[in-house]
């Protein structure tokens, strides 16, 4: 089955813990990206990936860090987690053409 | 620079009646653009999309979209609501210049169906 799996789907941690959350696609796509879904504001990009080893920053990159040593593989890297991180987070990926994203299902995360 | 405002975070219609959701967009260059819908507890998914094809574009659960260049618009419609409709829906707008692909999202129309 084509699909998107992001881990954990839920996690609650400290502040300053270092943590990751996975995503991984079975689809070959070349873009894969990261959101974060916040109430009233809708789903916004914290970084994307054209291809393997090509990343950029998306409009909320501040406090995040991806990379993409495998095309199916983009994880998402909190370094030091603080509480305005708490949020709902989903990982897509889309082949180049057409351009349509495939989601997971989300990973809630809670900083406290 | 592209952008999406979904007008009224929250619609409620009766069971059976039409379902209209609302969306208007910016973009310098012509979009792509889409509707997404998220049911309680899962991710996002496809609903439809227009590609500079057709511009009624027709997509699942008896949804379409038209869209309408002088009105800068992709509102969504169903002719008639049904229970299983209530979920949280967003437009979103892609640039169809290619190389840096980008989807951005509006902030959503929470739709519930009064029985």
């Known amino acids: 089955e084509a699909q998107v799996t992001q881990n954990p789907r839920y996690l609650i941690t400290v502040t300053g813990k270092k943590l990751t959350v996975t995503c991984s696609q079975n689809?070959?796509?070349?873009?894969m990206s990261w959101y974060r879904q916040d109430p009233g504001l809708g789903l916004r990009q914290i970084y994307y990936?054209?291809?393997?080893?090509?990343?950029d920053k998306g409009d909320v990159p501040e406090g995040y860090k991806v990379s993409r040593k495998e095309k199916r593989n983009f994880p998402l890297i909190l370094e030091s987690p603080s509480p305005n991180q708490t949020s709902l987070y989903f990982c897509?990926?889309?082949?180049?053409?057409?351009?349509?994203?495939?989601f997971g299902a989300g990973s809630r995360l809670t900083v406290l | 620079a592209q952008s999406v405002t979904q007008l009224g975070s929250h619609v409620s219609v009766s069971e059976g009646a039409l379902v209209l959701l609302r969306c208007n967009y910016s973009?310098?260059?012509?979009?792509?653009l889409f509707w997404y819908v998220q049911y309680p507890n899962q991710g996002l998914q496809l609903l439809l999309k227009?590609?500079?094809?057709?511009?009624l574009v027709k997509g699942i659960n008896g949804f379409e979209a038209e869209f309408k260049k002088s009105e800068t618009s992709f509102h969504l419609t169903k002719p008639s609501a049904h229970m299983s409709d209530a979920a949280e829906y967003f437009c979103?707008?892609?640039?169809?210049?290619?190389?840096?692909?980008?989807?951005?999202f509006g902030t959503g129309t929470r739709l519930t169906i009064i029985p």
């Open positions: 897509a990926s889309s082949s180049r053409e057409p351009f349509v994203l495939t």
């Open positions: 689809m070959n796509h070349e873009y």
């Open positions: 990936s054209m291809n393997v080893e090509v990343t």
């Open positions: 973009s310098s260059v012509p979009p792509y």
């Open positions: 227009y590609t500079s094809a057709a511009t």
């Open positions: 979103a707008v892609s640039a169809k210049d290619f190389g840096n692909e980008k989807l951005t």
